[in-house]
């Protein structure tokens, strides 16, 4: 009985990438051999220079690395315990896994809301559900609300940033995958969008994979992070403790 119980608490695996190789063009090896792990309610940072793997990596998770002429060409990818080879990226979204891209992508010539409910749009939730969920955006990313009606493309780059997230919110996710939130953005607006995706973590329990360049940040908000370079993991550890001695002093171990 005791033991049933302690299985009932043990926390869920959400994600579970194995050994997985990325391959462009038939030809350009891009990720070889990465495996990592995401639990379920946690947030996890995949660290690395520009070029070392992690947008690739986020890519083949949420299978729009076909997108881009590549293939996950070994090892296998498991959300919720169910391989995800050869599932449409709009299926994937689906299930619970949405993707963040670098560098804000949004609908620059629609206003903000119109790109909040272009995210609801996924669910086709009937109109009530559609407004609760708009305002549960609108009272996490409050900037967003005062500028409603205001064109995308006309809000600043901490603003842009904050819809990404908000349209995919507009999902109801198990997990997002945030690719270089910080990039291009002031100290004070990075230190705001980290805040509110660990309240999110903390209250709704949305679980978080972050690619990031800015180790700092990264490691204030995650409870565990891996390292790439040259598309292989070549560190791991709990993100206050052992991936900063990796970096500090112990790496060339």
């Known amino acids: 009985m005791n033991s049933q119980t302690h ?9 579970a990438v194995q050994d997985i190789e990325v391959i462009y063009d038939g030809a350009i090896l891009a990720v070889a051999g990465v495996s990592l792990r995401v639990g379920q309610g946690g947030i996890v ?15 083949a998770i949420s299978g729009l690395v076909r997108a881009d002429r590549a293939q996950v060409s070994r090892g296998a990818i498991r959300f919720l315990g169910v391989d995800t ?8 979204a689906r299930r ?50 005062t500028k409603r009606k205001t064109q995308a ?21 198990k997990l997002v995958l945030l690719d270089e939130p910080s990039m291009g953005l002031a100290p004070i607006l990075v ?14 329990g949305v679980s978080f994979l972050v690619a990031e360049q800015n180790l700092n940040v990264a490691l204030r ?13 070549v560190g791991e ?4 403790e052992d991936i900063q001695h990796f970096y500090l002093g112990g790496r060339s171990a």
């Not at 908000?221 to 993991?233: C, K, Q």
Request: glycine fraction near 12%; aromatic fraction near 6%; proline fraction near 4%.
């Open 96 to 145: 619970g896994i949405v993707h963040v891209l670098e560098g804000r992508h949004v609908f620059a010539h629609l206003s903000i809301e119109e790109n909040l409910r272009s995210g609801g749009f996924l669910r086709n939730p009937g109109r009530r559900e559609l407004e609760r969920d708009l305002e549960r955006i609108y009272a996490w990313f409050p900037r967003l609300k």
């Open 7 to 15: 299985c009932a608490a043990a926390p869920v695996e959400l994600l």
């Open 191 to 204: 230190e705001e969008i980290f805040e509110i995706v660990a309240q999110l973590n903390a209250r709704e």
């Open 45 to 59: 940072a995949l660290l690395g220079a520009n070029g070392a793997g992690k947008s690739t990596t986020l890519k």
């Open 237 to 240: 550890g709990e993100a206050h």
């Open 85 to 92: 080879a050869g599932v449409a990226p709009n299926e994937l």
């Open 153 to 173: 493309g006309l809000t600043s780059g901490g603003e842009q940033q904050m819809l990404a997230i908000g349209r995919a919110l507009m999902t109801r996710p």
């Open 221 to 233: 908000h995650a409870g565990y992070a891996y390292i790439l370079e040259n598309g292989r993991v």
